[in-house]
């Protein structure tokens, strides 16, 4: 389906005393111009697109794929507590960031990507529709390689980030931009190959869908913590050829991106399985195999 | 989703769709009122929860509800209703159709209604933005029609569901379904309203795309459903033949305005239609009468064909619906091209001789061929659709 030919970004759990990380000299460091009246969500976008791309052979016609939860989090409540508190309308350069695509224009600028260029959001799922749109396109020949992000960042205060979460009170929050660039299946250069991506309606589909799996093969299983609050204790436990895998992420919607991208910095050769929750009661995988595990 | 098959050419036909604007509640009102020019005086919208009390021209849908929530609802029912009364689909189709929606609002007029109603009855405690916007449609069409296959909410400003048409295509083409369901909304909201206030894009009364007299847009609302479903080359009706999308980098809240990315993605459309200019017969114009986009619209045209076809602008009776535009007005074109007809360009009268075309000022009678049409967004994204009509 799709080969990963690329990866990078960046991740931080947030430090609940020091509040979120200052991204500016990051974001000046990953522009070749100078953006002004960026948010936050897109210096994070900028950052890890340029750390994936570094030193990768992007073709001209790559498209760009951002997936994202919540998109520009920190200036949406912004926008909206002036708004709705103070009668305020909204300035034009906050207005304009409100748009989700507005950080797929500053990165395609950034990096001279000209085609296509999509947001997309899937809760939790969002790197997993991203890969999908990115798939589908490539299959077409829309494009012969796709730059896919997932950016999501966390917003102060803290609970209310929870809340919008569904996270527990108290869970380690973190945020993260985590990148692809990924390219048709059978390059000899790949990192991992992406084999298989699905939308489940349910825990009993998830089963079904796990029932299809090799059982004489050892595969890892990555999940949030809020997927795992969202499945049985006992759904995995029926399949011993699932073997946990721990990112050491905190909380947060890119966890699967993220996960994925640990997986693949750790020299594991198994084929990880990344099951990411959606607030609907449905389950949406990804099933990548290392290079070396072929 | 697996094993992907290539076939980018891959006949696409749209089956089945459904509408609500503010031109009534289904294809054949919205086509009554278009070829009558009826209703293209937009109301009056006020927001009165601002510092200083704004008015907008706003092209409102009659008869939903006023609760944000409840207006959304009412919205997907009219337009999901319609589609599945043309083509009904079974539980079984409908738990693995991949659904793509497309808007610019999404459940923002929701959560603005959820703050301030926590913000009257307590300022400490109230959280803004209080929900995840980019799943109510979703969720909304999983609960209400059982639609539970892989969703994608895709936000690329106006051109949100022209992209969405893209990218459920290549989910037929690709092989991952049979069919896939198109859904575009768009809802008032105070975000969208002030935004567009602030940015004085908006039009003081009437909105003339084209027109030596235009002065900005008129925001709209509605709703629009598309069901796109595989197919042979030869069956009879309207047909997805190709399209492409771009991102000019020249200005986020504008495409360059010497028509060149403009251009570039009518002839990639066209390129990856395997049609030439020539065999366009009309274009449904992006058209939204602010200054820069329809100068840079019509120097696209001036640029991309030797002799720019007849084309004509929807947004002046429909108000432009934004992220939901692509769908909307896909739908309304395939449906008069049923008809043999394309109306005139709405709310136009007098040419403006620097833009260097002119928009229909009839009623067209046309017949099968390529049809071309353009949505243009913020953030530089373009995209260009070519649909077949065929008997």
């Given amino acids: 389906m799709l080969d990963i030919i690329a990866i990078g970004g960046q991740y931080q759990t947030v430090d609940p005393d020091q509040g979120l990380a200052n991204l500016r000299a990051a974001a000046t460091a990953a522009c070749r111009e100078r953006f002004r009246r960026i948010d936050r969500f897109t210096q994070m976008a900028l950052i890890g697109s340029a750390q994936c791309i570094d030193g990768a052979d992007v073709k001209h016609d790559a498209g760009l794929y951002i997936g994202s939860r919540f998109a520009s989090l920190g200036n949406i409540t912004k926008v909206h507590e002036q708004m709705i508190c103070s009668g305020v309308v909204p300035k034009p350069a906050n207005f304009i960031n409100t748009l989700s695509n507005s950080a797929g224009y500053f990165v395609a600028r950034n990096l001279g990507l000209r085609h296509r260029n999509l947001f997309v959001s899937r809760g939790d799922a969002s790197v997993v529709a991203a890969l999908q749109l990115a798939a589908m396109d490539i299959g077409t020949g829309a494009v012969s390689q796709a730059l896919v992000g997932a950016v999501d960042e966390a917003v102060l205060p803290l609970e209310h980030h929870r809340f919008r979460l569904g996270l527990e009170t108290g869970t380690e929050v973190g945020e993260g931009s985590h990148w692809f660039l990924v390219a048709p299946e059978g390059r000899a250069d790949s990192l991992a190959s992406i084999t298989d991506m699905a939308t489940l309606v349910d825990e009993r589909a998830l089963d079904q869908w796990l029932n299809q799996l090799d059982p004489a093969t050892e595969y890892r299983v990555s999940l949030s913590p809020w997927t795992q609050q969202r499945m049985t204790s006992s759904c995995l436990q029926n399949w011993p050829m699932l073997k946990g895998f721990d990112p050491a992420l905190a909380a947060y919607p890119g966890h699967a991106a993220g996960a994925l991208i640990r997986y693949l910095q750790s020299g594991e050769n198994s084929p990880l399985i990344v099951i990411a929750a959606d607030t609907d009661g449905r389950f949406h995988t990804v099933v990548t195999w290392p290079k070396a595990a072929f | 989703m697996k094993d992907l098959k290539r076939s980018a050419t891959a006949p696409v036909r749209i089956v089945a769709s459904g509408i609500v604007s503010a031109l009534g509640n289904g294809k054949r009102s919205n086509l009554t009122a278009l070829f009558n020019d009826i209703a293209t005086v937009p109301g009056r919208l006020s927001l009165p929860h601002f510092e200083a009390p704004i008015e907008v021209p706003y092209q409102a849908v009659l008869g939903a509800p006023e609760s944000a929530e409840?207006?959304?609802?009412?919205?997907?029912?009219?337009?999901?209703?319609?589609?599945?009364?043309?083509?009904?689909?079974?539980?079984?189709?409908?738990?693995?159709?991949?659904?793509?929606?497309?808007?610019?609002?999404?459940?923002?007029?929701?959560?603005?209604?959820?703050?301030?109603?926590?913000?009257?009855?307590?300022?400490?405690?109230?959280?803004?933005?209080?929900?995840?916007?980019?799943?109510?449609?979703?969720?909304?069409?999983?609960?209400?029609?059982?639609?539970?296959?892989?969703?994608?909410?895709?936000?690329?400003?106006?051109?949100?569901?022209?992209?969405?048409?893209?990218?459920?295509?290549?989910?037929?083409?690709?092989?991952?379904?049979?069919?896939?369901?198109?859904?575009?909304?768009?809802?008032?909201?105070?975000?969208?309203?002030?935004?567009?206030?602030?940015?004085?894009?908006?039009?003081?009364?009437?909105?003339?795309?084209?027109?030596?007299?235009?002065?900005?847009?008129?925001?709209?609302?509605?709703?629009?459903?598309?069901?796109?479903?595989?197919?042979?080359?030869?069956?009879?009706?309207?047909?997805?033949?190709?399209?492409?999308?771009?991102?000019?980098?020249?200005?986020?809240?504008?495409?360059?305005?010497?028509?060149?990315?403009?251009?570039?993605?009518?002839?990639?459309?066209?390129?990856?239609?395997?049609?030439?200019?020539?065999?366009?017969?009309?274009?449904?114009?992006?058209?939204?009468?602010?200054?820069?986009?329809?100068?840079?619209?019509?120097?696209?045209?001036?640029?991309?064909?030797?002799?720019?076809?007849?084309?004509?602008?929807?947004?002046?009776?429909?108000?432009?619906?934004?992220?939901?535009?692509?769908?909307?007005?896909?739908?309304?074109?395939?449906?008069?091209?049923?008809?043999?007809?394309?109306?005139?360009?709405?709310?136009?009268?007098?040419?403006?001789?620097?833009?260097?075309?002119?928009?229909?000022?009839?009623?067209?009678?046309?017949?099968?061929?390529?049809?071309?049409?353009?949505?243009?967004?913020?953030?530089?994204?373009?995209?260009?659709?070519?649909?077949?009509?065929?008997?």
């Fill in chain 2, 70 to 391: 409840g207006r959304m609802h009412w919205l997907l029912n009219q337009a999901i209703g319609e589609l599945l009364a043309e083509h009904p689909l079974t539980l079984e189709q409908r738990a693995t159709i991949p659904v793509f929606i497309g808007s610019s609002c999404w459940g923002i007029g929701i959560a603005e209604e959820g703050y301030r109603q926590q913000y009257h009855d307590n300022p400490e405690t109230a959280i803004p933005l209080p929900l995840d916007g980019f799943s109510q449609i979703s969720r909304y069409l999983q609960q209400q029609f059982s639609f539970h296959g892989a969703d994608f909410a895709l936000n690329t400003a106006c051109t949100a569901t022209a992209n969405a048409i893209l990218s459920a295509a290549a989910a037929i083409r690709t092989g991952v379904s049979d069919h896939a369901l198109v859904v575009g909304l768009e809802i008032r909201n105070d975000t969208t309203l002030a935004g567009f206030h602030g940015m004085q894009l908006l039009a003081q009364k009437n909105m003339r795309p084209f027109d030596r007299q235009r002065d900005g847009l008129v925001l709209g609302e509605g709703c629009g459903a598309i069901l796109l479903s595989k197919c042979e080359s030869d069956n009879p009706g309207v047909l997805l033949q190709g399209g492409a999308s771009n991102c000019d980098t020249f200005s986020i809240s504008a495409s360059n305005p010497d028509g060149s990315t403009i251009a570039a993605v009518m002839a990639d459309a066209l390129d990856r239609s395997g049609i030439a200019p020539s065999d366009i017969q009309a274009i449904k114009a992006h058209g939204t009468a602010t200054p820069l986009n329809d100068v840079g619209e019509a120097a696209g045209m001036r640029r991309a064909f030797d002799n720019v076809p007849p084309f004509f602008s929807l947004k002046a009776a429909l108000g432009h619906t934004l992220g939901s535009c692509g769908v909307m007005e896909t739908l309304l074109v395939a449906a008069a091209l049923l008809e043999g007809r394309l109306p005139a360009s709405a709310g136009f009268s007098e040419p403006d001789p620097v833009l260097g075309v002119v928009p229909m000022s009839q009623p067209l009678a046309v017949g099968p061929g390529h049809y071309l049409l353009n949505f243009f967004g913020f953030g530089g994204n373009n995209s260009s659709l070519i649909i077949r009509y065929q008997v």
